[in-house]
């Protein structure tokens, strides 16, 4: 099939948007992960409930409600979590710690039944990004143009944050070394906290984006939660940089992987995991070095 | 030598159940309430008691309902079947929901002689290949269910089409069932997808592809979750004006065509149920459901609605044990809300008409406009071998 530039331009639009919402779900985690090496594979539960909340308040107050309290209600969800579980689970090892968020999973799954029910839900794209934009010669849903834009700004915001301010600062010093951080005064354990939070905030942040483009099932947390781990370990636990990297690594094999090699879509990004844990298990941008 | 053996099983097992008249006949509901497809249990499961309301004293007998949660799973469904045949000694099971489900158990129904009325799963081999005199169904077969769209399409003047499926087996089935009867009306499809099942959320990258394809149409099977995905992306794409969606029904079903919203309006898809037939079968039908659930009745809900209405014709004819149910239910023909309906005794298949509808919207939401009604048509054999039917 021959293809003109805009079809490749079109793709590659495809590509970043897909990556940008990974990109969003798997910082949290990642620097959750790096901060404490706390294992949440809640984490994509977050991101279903950050879709239900949205679904629900933009029920009441439309749509521009839902992306600006959800993820402040995902992160009070997070803070439960956190004084109710996860402080108590900080000492007790990867395993047990795998084992109690891989429950939280199901409790949070069937939870949602219980409040939302089975059928699918779902949201209106915003009229203010209904229709399609003309861009480089082509049509594009102006909505996944947001995704992007929102996904950089993030990028942008939190590059800023952890490089050039102090708590960024001391957040780089608690991943490289959180026994020397906490020696030199900082409050590691306040500091996981904030992270934690702002962590959840972001994977309710993602639900509530993804929410219009796809539908809200009880499930959806679970369907995010490979992609996301997969981004994290190509990417390399704990930095800014690997959750980039390896969400536009991720995003671009899975679209182009869907147009070139169609067979092949769903065992590449496998392939391409095995290849970098092969080669480089810790990651390609790992915070430690 | 294996026939004469389960007719003497099932004999013994019809000798073993006491024949009072007075005694009820037991049921083992066999669907998913937890899962991916609870929605579409709790449908099957709110027809099969409208149902059991409507007709059930025709009888002449009562029922007793057992349900049980399949969860989706094969191994799990294969512990409650048993548990209903062994443990509650039911005289018949109704239910399956998920093909896989379907698979798992078929052997034990099969070897057990308990009759079984399938409400849902619609993989072809189940009526073909691994078709069985004790498992009967009411809902359809996926190849059932598109093959008359293809030269309906073709009719319409669609000549090329491009098409896209999960990637499992209803999915190829499906797409199959249309693929086949489109290219033998003369038509040709320039293009085929089939997505990661279950693991694909974002449709952009296929959705270009057709675009690019030069097909005048897009045919595709979706379902749930992936279908109100599939839906809504392919309008933000703004692909509808000018690359028409069709497909199989379940795509815009009514159990989820509100999440799709305005998206949906223009998609012409072909199933064999939708709400909004005219026919006083199933005027009765979408009231008594209406008045049960608060929602309109989706296909899934028929299929419980048609699978207990079986249930009763059969016995009716006298039938109340294992056996005779089976035998029975292989027989069975009524006006239904879907119309005409009948068992293909040859497959157990059932024989029903299939509608082409397009979702349009309507006073309350969308709705769904029947454009045409194909003739039923019962399934070739596809390699299925069994008794005939002995009474």
Redesign the interface.
Same mark, same amino acid.
């Given at each position: 099939m021959a293809h003109d530039l805009g079809f490749w331009t079109l793709q590659a639009l495809n590509a970043l948007q897909l990556s940008m919402l990974l990109f969003l779900l798997s910082i949290g985690l990642t620097v959750i992960f790096g901060l404490m090496h706390f294992v949440n594979l809640a984490h994509g539960s977050l991101y279903a409930l950050g879709a239900y909340f949205a679904a629900s308040l933009a029920a009441i107050g439309g749509y521009w409600m839902g992306f600006f309290l959800a993820p402040v209600a995902v992160a009070g969800v997070g803070i439960l979590l956190y004084s109710g579980l996860i402080r108590r689970m900080r000492k007790s090892g990867p395993m047990a710690q795998v084992l109690v968020t891989f429950g939280l999973i199901f409790v949070m799954l069937d939870l949602t039944r219980i409040f939302w029910g089975d059928l699918a839900l779902a949201i209106d794209v915003p009229t203010l990004f209904a229709g399609r934009v003309e861009l480089l010669g082509i049509e594009y849903p102006a909505y996944r143009l947001f995704i992007i834009g929102l996904g950089l700004a993030i990028f942008a915001a939190l590059a800023f944050v952890l490089g050039r301010t102090q708590i960024g600062a001391m957040i780089r010093a608690g991943v490289d070394n959180d026994a020397m951080a906490s020696c030199l005064g900082i409050n590691v354990e306040r500091l996981f906290f904030i992270v934690f939070c702002v962590g959840c905030a972001l994977a309710g942040l993602a639900g509530v984006v993804a929410a219009p483009l796809l539908s809200v099932t009880p499930d959806m947390g679970l369907q995010i939660l490979i992609p996301t781990l997969i981004v994290i370990v190509i990417g390399g636990l704990g930095s800014l940089k690997g959750a980039i990297a390896g969400s536009l690594i991720y995003g671009f094999v899975q679209t182009f992987g869907a147009v070139l090699a169609p067979q092949l879509a769903s065992v590449l990004i496998y392939a391409l995991l095995a290849a970098v844990l092969v080669i480089k298990p810790v990651g390609l941008f790992p915070a430690k070095g | 030598m294996k026939r004469a053996i389960l007719a003497a099983l099932g004999l013994a097992t019809s000798l073993a159940v006491p024949a009072a008249a007075e005694e009820n006949i037991k049921v083992g509901l066999l669907l998913p309430f937890?899962g991916?497809y609870?929605?579409l249990g709790?449908d099957i499961e709110a027809g099969f008691s409208v149902a059991l309301e409507q007709f059930g004293s025709e009888a002449g007998t009562g029922f007793d309902i057992v349900r049980e949660d399949t969860e989706v799973k094969p191994p799990v469904a294969l512990g409650k079947a048993k548990k209903l045949i062994l443990q509650d000694k039911v005289d018949v099971m109704a239910g399956v929901v998920s093909s896989g489900v379907l698979g798992a158990v078929r052997d034990m129904v099969h070897g057990a002689g308990v009759p079984l009325i399938v409400a849902n799963a619609g993989n072809d081999e189940a009526t073909g290949t691994s078709c069985s005199p004790y498992i009967t169904r009411m809902s359809f077969s996926n190849g059932q269910v598109n093959r008359p769209m293809g030269q309906w399409m073709y009719d319409q003047g669609i000549r090329k089409v491009y098409t896209l499926a999960p990637?499992y087996a209803a999915g190829r089935q499906m797409i199959g069932g249309f693929a086949g009867t489109f290219t033998a009306a003369g038509g040709e499809i320039v /293009?085929q997808?089939?997505?990661?099942f279950?693991?694909t959320?974002?449709f #952009?990258?296929?959705l270009?592809?057709a675009k690019?394809?030069g097909a005048d149409a897009v045919y595709v099977f979706y379902a749930? /979750?992936e279908a109100?995905?599939f839906v809504?992306?392919y309008d933000?794409? #703004?692909l509808k004006a000018d690359l028409p969606l069709y497909g199989s029904g379940f795509l815009t079903s009514p159990?989820?065509v509100?999440?799709?919203?305005p998206a949906a309006e223009g998609v012409i898809t072909a199933l064999h149920y939708v709400p909004t037939l005219d026919n006083a079968a199933n005027a009765a039908f979408v009231a008594a459901f209406e008045a049960k659930t608060g929602r309109l009745p989706s296909e899934f809900a028929v299929h419980g609605y048609d699978a207990a209405r079986a249930l009763v014709e059969a016995a009716k004819a006298g039938a109340r044990d294992r056996a005779s149910l089976a035998d029975a239910l292989r027989q069975v023909s009524f006006d239904g809300p879907r119309g005409k309906l009948s068992i293909d005794s040859a497959t157990n298949n059932i024989v029903q008409p299939v509608y082409v509808y397009e979702t349009v919207a309507g006073e309350g939401g969308l709705t769904q406009k029947v454009l045409a009604e194909l003739p039923a048509e019962a399934d070739p054999a596809n390699g299925c071998e069994m008794a005939p039917v002995s009474n």
């Open positions: - | 937890s991916v609870a929605a709790n990637d /293009g997808d089939f997505t990661p279950q693991k959320q974002d #952009g990258p296929y270009a592809q690019a394809s749930g /979750g109100i995905s809504k992306q933000s794409f #703004g159990l989820y509100n999440a799709e919203g």
